[in-house]
């Protein structure tokens, strides 16, 4: 074999590994799912991803109440129209043969920085938690908008986020140490993969990182671009790296898993796998408050150039509480994700998230096939369709 010939490492997603039980269970009530990410504590390690199908005003403000947290995109339909409405129900009724077209049209009004204020400020008089986001280009800009509007914290998210950046055009690079030091709120810094890139980005003050490219249930960026790795993978391979950062500073950066977590199952492993918490998108969307309708689409689906996302059905089956909460209509882990990741420490014998990401893991191919003919064969349980 030479030398020079490339060699492949196999890579896992969550479909691909389970959760394997220790010596001991515990009473539900000795678990502690709560958590923390910069300044914010969290009763459940449970975010909304900043979609526009699935966070606005007060969808953020009821996740707040429910002991979860919602991020409202900057650069979304929020923030492009006073009226929001009859907009997003333009996306829900357009045909599938001309959604493309009609986002990329949709997505080209001006972002109006008087709406980003009015968001953030209607979210905090409410009491919610507010946390908004922007891509690095326009982080700088509407960062310090935002901060003065009185956001909790700002997350700067693309697709792939490096802490190095080449460009030619040195006026639309974002220093993020620097923007790291102004700035006077958190500011969460996604997406990675990779335990050189997780380090490097830590070093340069984020207080979060969000890991997964291309797992999404609406993301086409794995067909589009072929980047991505599979999120059990990349999970452990960050949480590696933040553990590493937090023994030679003593500053704990938590990682947050975002993509492909669809059931209550997929948190629990994600969290196995080393995350402080997940974000989630499609199991959010199809709650009967989400702004989508039963629709929902990622950030670069309007893309003017490359569209990287499709508008995807996900209908709309439960209430927001019901979903993370309960009581649970549905067997097939859509809902109670509180009480499910409750019950998941309790039947593994762990007590909090540190202890849930010390579990061992094992690959496991016929995790969602041994034994399950007749579910699939009905279409019930884990094989609804």
């Known amino acids: 074999m030479s030398e020079a010939e490339k060699k492949f490492e196999k890579a896992y997603g969550l479909n691909e590994v389970a959760l394997v039980p220790t010596n001991i269970t515990v009473d539900t009530s000795l678990v502690d799912i709560s958590t923390r990410l910069g300044n914010i504590n969290l009763k459940m390690p449970i975010i909304a991803s900043a979609m526009d199908s699935v966070v606005d005003v007060d969808t953020a403000v009821e996740l707040s109440e429910l002991g979860a947290m919602g991020i409202l995109n900057l650069e979304g339909i929020q923030t492009r129209y006073e009226d929001p409405k009859p907009i997003l129900k333009k996306i829900a009724t357009v045909d599938k043969a001309d959604y493309v077209q009609e986002m990329q049209a949709i997505y080209k009004a001006p972002i109006q920085e008087s709406l980003i204020s009015k968001r953030i400020k209607d979210i905090k008089k409410k009491k919610g938690i507010a946390v908004v986001s922007a891509t690095p280009q326009q982080a700088e800009k509407l960062g310090f908008i935002a901060q003065e509007a009185g956001a909790d914290a700002f997350l700067v998210q693309s697709t792939v986020v490096a802490a190095n950046f080449e460009t030619n055009k040195e006026n639309s690079k974002l220093n993020l140490g620097s923007f790291c030091k102004a700035m006077k709120i958190p500011v969460f810094v996604g997406n990675a993969t990779t335990y050189d890139v997780a380090l490097d980005l830590m070093k340069k003050g984020i207080q979060a990182l969000f890991i997964g490219i291309g797992p999404g249930a609406a993301c086409t960026t794995r067909g589009v671009l072929g980047i991505g790795v599979p999120m059990a993978t990349a999970i452990a391979k960050t949480a590696a790296a933040r553990d590493d950062y937090f023994s030679q500073t003593g500053v704990y950066v938590p990682i947050v898993a975002d993509g492909g977590i669809v059931n209550s199952g997929d948190i629990c492993k994600s969290i196995a796998c080393g995350a402080d918490a997940v974000m989630i998108g499609s199991p959010i969307a199809r709650s009967k408050e989400a702004p989508g309708k039963g629709f929902h689409w990622g950030m670069a689906t309007p893309n003017a150039l490359l569209p990287r996302g499709a508008r995807i059905a996900v209908g709309q089956v439960a209430t927001l509480k019901q979903i993370l909460l309960g ?59």
Not at 347 to 365: F, R, Y
């Open 327 to 385: 009581p649970s209509n549905s067997d097939d882990g859509s809902q109670n994700f509180y009480e499910a990741l409750v019950t998941c420490c309790a039947t593994l014998g762990v007590k909090n998230i540190k202890e849930l990401q010390k579990v061992d893991v094992i690959v496991a191919p016929a995790l969602q096939t041994e034994g399950k003919i007749y579910q699939d064969l009905q279409h019930v349980g884990m094989k609804k369709k």
